[in-house]
């Protein structure tokens, strides 16, 4: 079973639906959950950080871990062409120091116009 | 020069030269990390460098060399490779004490090709 599970996608969409993004992972000690953004030629850019269980807001952006059964989602609400990228989910088992990201595989998402 | 830069963005090289990769990060961060992206496949973790000092090596094939100079230069020196090392390679920082979550940046990476 690999650390990470993450659907590659292609998910295509029409410009102003909700977008749902998950991701599914086996490794109980992880605590810190992010959402990285990739577009086409650039490194990934870090939307949101989550710690243990919960919610987190920016914008049109929500976060959501659920602990017990090891499963983080992203949602996109009112979305847009330029938020078509590849999401990364990622997580570490702390917060501080020099640690690794583990990371799953990255959604390819279209927004049509 | 702002964030996290690589340098050359692009390299295509036979499979018995020798080359090197190269990351700065003008964010006066303490760590420094390298990842491997290959097509289908999540970011793997190569190898961590905090305060200069290498913390973790993930094995990673010898023909695969890491260098940290100073806490803003890291380098990954490449021999002998393998046409499956073909990927993009991308080196991050980010801050490396404190109990509070410490964001890694990342640079836009060297695709590399190997003929």
């Known amino acids: 079973q690999k650390e990470v599970e993450q659907d590659p996608g292609p998910l295509s969409v029409p410009e102003g639906a909700i977008v749902s993004l998950n991701c599914t992972y086996s490794n109980s000690a992880f605590q810190y959950f992010m959402w990285y953004r990739q577009y086409s030629r650039k490194g990934p850019e870090l939307l949101m950080y989550t710690y243990s269980s919960g919610n987190k807001e920016d914008g049109r952006f929500t976060a959501q871990v659920d602990k017990s059964s090891k499963y983080i989602s992203l949602f996109i609400r009112d979305s847009q062409p330029s938020d078509s990228a590849t999401y990364l989910c990622?997580?570490?088992?702390?917060?501080?120091?020099?640690?690794?990201?583990?990371f799953g595989k990255g959604t390819h998402l279209i927004i049509q116009p | 020069e702002t964030g996290v830069t690589q340098t050359p963005r692009h390299l295509v090289m036979g499979m018995t030269n020798k080359k090197s990769l190269k990351c700065e990060q003008h964010?006066?961060?303490?760590?420094m990390y390298w990842y491997k992206q290959s097509a289908k496949k999540p970011l793997e973790l190569m190898f961590v460098?905090?305060?200069?000092?290498?913390?973790e090596n993930n094995s990673v094939p010898s023909r695969f060399s890491p260098e940290c100079p100073n806490s803003s230069h890291l380098f990954l020196h490449l021999h002998t490779l393998q046409p499956e090392d073909s990927a993009l390679y991308l080196c991050a920082s980010s801050y490396s004490f404190g109990g509070d979550y410490n964001e890694q940046f990342f640079g836009p990476g060297t695709r590399l090709t190997v003929l």
């Open positions: 964010l006066g961060h303490n760590a």
């Open positions: 990622a997580m570490k088992r702390t917060g501080g120091g020099a640690d690794g990201l583990t």
């Open positions: 460098y905090s305060l200069e000092e290498r913390v």
